[in-house]
């Protein structure tokens, strides 16, 4: 029966396939890759050519355009990003700050934008990609705007310069304002896509649960009707002491079994069980019984919960038949497994079973066994003469 509390809910399935926002958002990374290059080749070729900065033309050059040849490189792969796109903002910032105080606007009194306007909107989409909305707000602004106050210092605010500077800021401001709104909305719809795909993998996952909880309750109680009536029938026949012992303890199997199936906490039979485990419990099973075996333990390979559970009921009763008729005699139990397989053998060197005699009405090795690897898609082995059983119950993935 599958445990509630083991599938995973809708945040925990977002979380783990939010892929469609991390696809997003390394198209965004690439895509201002590619604007930031064709942009930056433009400024680059410019500032070839340029003589604004005087000495510190090559300073400035060097660390916009290294920063910023760092930043592409991790627009392109992916890493490192956040580093890199703080840098070249900072960079940017600080030598648009200097500009005015190291031009020589007056050699030059015609208007020309300086090679470190193109640079303008790459640094606001680097901020875009890799800050908090306030931070992408405030430098989608400023930017632009400290540009424009950078220029009209040069000039001494000089009348003539105010509308071709005033024409530079307000389409620095849209531009970036575009890029800022066209960013968050590919983000936004990343996010609405993963969380509605994440509702609708939680919605199936607790349908898929309840299903098999369901299908598991309906096979137990097959099963738990088959050990109920096998536990009436031989305490009906019992004659001896050990005989009555052993349908007691049938009996409180069933109960157990019983109380069980009404519990969605029984056991997670999704869930991997180890083949040492199995050999712990035939090994608690046969102590309950009055018979102390010893199992050498199996391999660590791990089988499905509800394989692992049949292959213990289906042993347990082969051991309880065996004590019940050959009085426990040369009772051996043999559990292996390997990566796709698992198998129990049960042994005993009693009188063996005359299949012929046993009734029709007897469950012990039809329900109990035979009828348990069944539903699990295993097989049963019984090779019996006198002297000797051997019961071989094997599950192939």
């Not at 540009?147 to 009348?159: E, H």
């Not at 485990?277 to 390979?301: Q, Y």
């Not at 019996?384 to 019961?391: A, E, K």
Request: aromatic residues 8%; glycine residues 8%.
């Amino acid at each position: 029966m599958v445990v509630a509390e083991a599938m995973p809910g809708r945040q925990e399935v977002f979380a783990a396939g939010s892929f469609t926002s991390k696809r997003i958002e390394r198209i965004v990374q690439i895509a201002a890759g590619v604007g930031s290059l064709i942009v930056g080749t433009q400024a680059f070729i410019a500032a070839l050519g340029s003589t604004d900065a005087g000495v510190w033309h090559i300073p400035f050059m060097i660390a916009i355009f290294t920063s910023l040849l760092a930043f592409l490189a991790s627009c392109f792969t992916g890493r490192a990003l956040r580093v890199t796109a703080i840098t070249f903002v900072t960079l940017y910032t600080l030598v648009v700050v200097a500009w005015p105080w190291v031009t020589d606007h007056a050699s030059n009194p015609g208007y020309a934008q300086p090679w470190i306007w193109y640079v303008t909107n790459i640094a606001t989409i680097a901020a875009v990609l890799v800050m908090s909305m306030p931070w992408q707000i405030t430098f989608t602004i400023g930017l632009p705007v400290l540009f424009f106050g950078a220029r009209m210092f040069q000039v001494g605010f000089a009348n003539d310069h105010w509308a071709s500077n005033a024409f530079d800021l307000s389409f620095g401001l849209c531009l970036g304002a575009i890029l800022l709104i066209l960013v968050r909305t590919m983000r936004a719809s990343g996010r609405e896509v993963d969380e509605a795909r994440g509702t609708a993998l939680a919605e199936y996952t607790q349908a898929a649960a309840a299903e098999a909880a369901e299908s598991e309750r309906i096979s137990m109680a097959a099963l738990m009707h088959d050990s109920v009536m096998a536990a009436l029938i031989s305490a009906t026949r019992a004659t001896t002491e050990r005989e009555r012992a052993l349908t007691v303890v049938m009996a409180q199997e069933a109960l157990t079994g019983l109380a069980d199936a009404e519990s969605d906490e029984r056991i997670a039979l999704g869930r991997p069980i180890s083949a040492r485990v199995i050999a712990a419990d035939l090994t608690n099973a046969a102590r309950d019984f009055g018979v102390v075996i010893d199992i050498a333990p199996p391999t660590d390979e791990e089988v499905p919960g509800h394989v692992a559970r049949a292959l213990t009921l289906a042993a347990t009763q082969a051991i309880a038949n065996a004590i019940q008729h050959a009085d426990g005699q040369g009772l051996a139990v043999a559990v292996s497994a390997t990566r796709d397989s698992c198998r129990v053998r049960v042994s005993d060197t009693g009188g063996g079973i005359n299949f012929a005699a046993i009734p029709a009405d007897r469950l012990g090795i039809r329900a109990s066994i035979y009828a348990r690897m069944a539903a699990v898609g295993g097989t049963t082995e019984i090779t019996s003469g006198p002297g000797s059983t051997v019961i071989d119950m094997r599950w192939q993935r």
